[in-house]
C-alpha cells in the first residue's frame, strides 16, 4: 500500500520516490529514483526519516509548474500583447 510520494524535476528527467507498507511481508519501503533503487526500513518511524530527509533535498509531493518565458522579447516580431498572450499559453 502506498502511503506517499515525492518528486523532484533533475537533469534525467523527473525522479519520483514512493513510500510504502507492505502488509504480507510486514515491510516498510521507499523505492524510487532515477535508477531504481529500493531503501527497507525498520518501521513506519524510519520510513517517516527518510521521508523527510528526501524533503530537504528538493522532493516535494507536487511538482512546481515551470513558468516559460520568451528568451529575448526584444528581439521578436510580435506585438507585446500577443507575446503576452503565448507565454499564458505556454504555461
Known amino acids: 500500500m502506498e502511503l506517499a510520494s515525492l518528486r523532484k524535476h533533475t537533469k ?3 525522479s519520483v520516490w ?12 521507499a523505492v524510487g529514483g532515477e535508477v531504481l533503487k529500493v531503501i527497507p526500513c525498520d518501521d ?11 524533503k530537504r533535498y528538493g522532493y516535494a509531493e507536487k511538482l512546481p509548474s515551470k513558468q516559460m518565458w520568451l528568451d529575448d522579447p526584444w528581439a521578436s516580431q ?4 500577443m507575446q503576452q498572450e503565448l507565454e499564458l499559453l505556454s504555461a
Open 12 to 14: 534525467a528527467g523527473i
Open 18 to 29: 514512493r513510500f510504502i507498507y507492505d502488509e504480507e511481508s510486514l515491510m516498510h519501503y
Open 44 to 54: 513506519r518511524n524510519h520510513l517517516r526519516k527518510v521521508f523527510e530527509n528526501f
Open 78 to 81: 510580435l506585438p507585446a500583447t
